[in-house]
């Protein structure tokens, strides 16, 4: 009947209303919420925090780096070292032999890195293999 056939196109319309709004949603929260390489995967060695990605321009120049948490909560302060994410891009791939660095490889391979006090950093690997760098 005509009647089931509008409650049923209905239904069909309130389904994909559903599903748009939900993948929406979910485009709001990746933009709001945006998932980097190294986004919770290194920590500093001196208090523990995550390190959080920070993007500034200066003179027109866009410069992205990663840097302790502590440093970005009022009242907080931490003497970890900052880190371009050039550089820890360049340092992961020879860590994992590479020549340039691969998101995927790097995310099956690296756990987490630690960023000590002397600015080294120490990468854990899955499978329990650590390996070491230290600025020149």
């Known amino acids: 009947t005509v009647g089931k056939q509008i409650m049923e196109s209905l239904m069909i319309h309130k389904k994909l209303d559903k599903k748009a ?10 933009s709001a919420n945006p998932v980097y390489p190294f986004t919770g995967k290194i920590y500093c060695g001196i208090c523990g925090n995550h390190y959080t990605r920070k993007k500034s321009v200066r003179k027109g ?60 950093l120490e990468f854990h690997l899955y499978g329990g293999r650590k390996e070491q760098w230290q600025r020149v």
């Open 61 to 120: 120049k866009t410069y992205v780096s990663w840097i302790c948490r502590s440093k970005k909560r009022k009242g907080m302060s931490c003497l970890g070292v900052n880190f371009s994410e050039e550089e820890l891009k360049r340092t992961a791939a020879r860590i994992l032999g590479k020549d340039v660095f691969d998101e995927e490889e790097f995310a099956e391979a690296v756990r987490d890195i630690t960023i000590k006090k002397d600015g080294g």
């Open 21 to 30: 709004a939900r993948a929406e949603a979910e485009r709001r929260a990746a």
